[in-house]
């Protein structure tokens, strides 16, 4: 079985600087996909960046990049620039690509974007 | 465009009373998934499909039932509802092909008294 760790329930950070969120999954799989989705208070979930395990260059969407440690299976996210917007439960989503494509998820860490 | 649908947005049950929640998706996505959310625990994954006629456990299928007669649609039934099905269920879907992340409905608020 697939696990997903978010080791930090809560975080805040001040506007426009820079936070890191950390994520850690344990699998035997060799061929997987990591995302990170965002749940703002309207409580959607909005996927921010998705990583495949087969590629060494970490995912960059605009302010939103990973830092992709295969053999330490870590996938920790880090917002740049950050903004009120930004205030969201974050959660960590971990893939096998087979057998209906399940996603695991982590617990979610709460960030607080203070003004 | 409407994406993944989901009815009711609320509501409140007493134990032991049944209730269907649905879900509907426009984007002609060949898998489907019921998850539940609960504080501290994240979503853990109830039921999903990977086809119409299709059905499989998930992490947490105890109490539940569902069904996929249609492709578009997908359904969790609560047949005796409990206090401990409190909780705010999200339906998702996606496409079956690749690295393909899951489309989330806004959620529907249970509250078994």
């Known amino acids: 079985a697939q696990t997903v760790t978010q080791s930090q329930p809560e975080m805040s950070v001040q506007e426009a600087e820079t936070v890191t969120l950390s994520c850690t999954y344990d699998t035997s799989e060799n061929n997987y996909y990591l995302f990170w989705y965002k749940q703002p208070p309207s409580r959607q979930m909005i996927l921010v960046i998705r990583q495949e395990a087969y590629k060494q260059q970490n995912a960059t969407e605009n302010r939103f990049s990973v830092n992709f440690q295969k053999a330490a299976k870590s996938f920790s996210l880090k917002i740049s620039d950050s903004q009120l917007g930004d205030t969201a439960m974050y959660f960590c989503?971990?893939?096998?690509?087979?057998?209906?494509?399940?996603?695991?998820f982590g617990t979610g860490t709460s960030l607080t974007v203070i003004p | 465009n409407a994406g993944v649908t989901q009815t009711p947005k609320f509501r409140v049950l007493k134990t032991g009373q049944s209730m269907t929640l649905l879900c509907a998706q426009d984007m002609n996505h060949e898998y489907m998934y019921w998850y539940r959310q609960d504080p501290g625990m994240g979503l853990r994954l109830i039921h999903y499909?990977?086809?119409?006629?299709?059905?499989a456990k998930g992490e947490v299928p105890d109490g539940y039932n569902v069904s996929r007669l249609k492709k578009q649609n997908f359904l969790l039934g609560l047949e005796s509802a409990a206090p401990s099905q409190t909780s705010v269920y999200f339906c998702a879907s996606s496409l079956n092909r690749g690295p393909q992340p899951q489309h989330f409905g806004d959620g529907t608020r249970l509250s078994i008294l």
């Open positions: 499909s990977v086809g119409e006629g299709t059905t």
């Open positions: 989503a971990f893939m096998k690509p087979y057998g209906g494509n399940q996603f695991y």
